[in-house]
């Protein structure tokens, strides 16, 4: 079993910067990728990027390309998002994922077998 521990949220002005981090404990994960999704107030949840664990392959929703890299350090079993030019859209819960093998999407929530508690994100204007 994989347990998933984010860190990092908090309040940051419009335009500024933010990097969340997850650890994965309970066993080296060797899973296929690990990534973020994120839930706004009264809003469905939704992905924001994963990056495939052995190659690094990343993806990205349009929302967030080209203001947020995501990035791994297998050594330590942590996944991070770095977020720059943060938005007041942007404020949400973000929730750390895992998946243990490969799938055609990367946006589908059921392809991830676990799941952080969640960290809140405020963007402010």
């Known amino acids: 079993q994989v347990q998933l521990v984010e860190s990092g949220g908090g309040l940051v002005q419009a335009g500024g910067s933010l990097r969340l981090s997850c650890a994965a404990s309970?066993?080296?994960?060797?899973?296929?990728?690990m990534g973020w999704f994120r839930q706004a107030p009264g809003m469905e949840r939704e992905f924001v990027a994963a990056?495939?664990?052995?190659?690094?392959?990343?993806y990205y929703a349009d929302s967030v390309k080209g203001r947020f890299t995501i990035s791994r350090d297998r050594a330590k079993n942590t996944v991070y998002l770095h977020m720059n030019t943060l938005k007041p859209e942007d404020t949400a819960v973000y929730y750390c994922?895992?998946?243990?093998?490969?799938?055609?999407?990367?946006?589908?929530?059921?392809?991830?077998?676990?799941w952080g508690q969640g960290t809140q994100v405020t963007g402010s204007s």
């Open positions: 994922v895992a998946r243990e093998f490969n799938s055609a999407t990367w946006s589908n929530q059921r392809d991830y077998q676990y």
């Open positions: 990056i495939v664990w052995s190659g690094g392959t990343t």
């Open positions: 309970g066993r080296t994960f060797s899973g296929y990728a």
